[in-house]
């Protein structure tokens, strides 16, 4: 069973930044596509990033929602088992619940319902 704990949240000013990190055990694999979403109060859960790694390209690639492009970076370590996404120039529209997510098959990485397994999540809340 794949566990997935999400960590690095905290309350940040807007401009500021933070570091987000998923430790992932149990069966995991590298070549999954990794993802984060998050879901503000009275909100859907909505796509972050993605981070996926492609036998046939051999080449990690990254998806970014469009609110998050320019500002945040997925990055993953896959001998800690380990995803990252690092938040810069956070804005309090950015405040909600982050989710860290592992994918299994085929689905569309922007869409939650592609994700098998999921975490807690970790409050991230930027005052303006």
């Known amino acids: 069973q794949v566990q997935l704990v999400e960590s690095g949240g905290g309350l940040v000013q807007a401009g500021g930044s933070l570091r987000l990190s998923c430790a992932a055990s149990?069966?995991?694999?590298?070549?999954?596509?990794m993802g984060w979403f998050r879901q503000a109060p009275g909100k859907e859960r909505d796509f972050v990033a993605a981070?996926?790694?492609?036998?046939?390209?051999?080449?990690?690639?990254?998806y970014y929602a469009d609110s998050a492009k320019g500002r945040f970076t997925i990055s993953r370590d896959n001998a800690k088992n380990t995803v990252y996404l690092q938040m810069n120039s956070l804005k309090p529209e950015d405040t909600a619940l982050y989710y860290c997510?592992?994918?299994?098959?085929?689905?569309?990485?922007?869409?939650?319902?592609?994700?098998?397994?999921w975490g807690l999540g970790t409050q991230v809340t930027v005052s303006s």
């Open positions: 997510a592992e994918r299994e098959g085929y689905g569309s990485h922007y869409l939650a319902a592609s994700y098998a397994y």
């Open positions: 981070i996926t790694w492609s036998i046939t390209w051999s080449g990690t690639f990254t």
């Open positions: 149990g069966r995991t694999f590298s070549s999954n596509t």
